[in-house]
């Protein structure tokens, strides 16, 4: 079966910056894109960027200058590169596949917390 494993997240100050990962294992047809998405407590699962295999790159407006996804093609790995964080960015942060015959796979998610 398919596996993601996050790693990277963890408490951070306001202003300071963290790097997921996420590492796939397994067998996955044909990537359409990859992504990040993110729950802060009493919200939905929000996207936070995604990356296509054409390497278009779309980002929240929250995120938006401050966040860089990138992959490692053709390694099924994908990193999100967070700075200047802010106390609203807390969250659980999840990894994302997505295949082009419309499967989806999920990561078990990895916290995040920005707080002095």
């Known amino acids: 079966q398919v596996q993601l494993v996050e790693s990277g997240g963890g408490l951070v100050q306001p202003g300071g910056s963290l790097r997921l990962s996420c590492v796939a294992s397994g067998t996955i047809f044909r990537i359409y894109a990859m992504g990040w998405y993110r729950q802060a407590p009493g919200k939905r699962r929000e996207l936070v960027a995604t990356?296509?295999?054409?390497?278009?790159?779309n980002y929240a407006d929250s995120v938006k200058g401050r966040f860089t996804i990138s992959r490692d093609n053709p390694k099924i790995t994908v990193y999100l590169q967070m700075n200047s964080l802010e106390p609203e960015d807390t969250a659980v942060y999840y990894c994302?596949?997505?295949?082009?015959?419309?499967?989806?796979?999920w990561g078990q998610g990895t916290q995040v917390t920005v707080s002095s």
């Open positions: 990356i296509t295999s054409g390497g278009t790159r």
């Open positions: 994302n596949i997505g295949s082009t015959s419309g499967l989806q796979y």
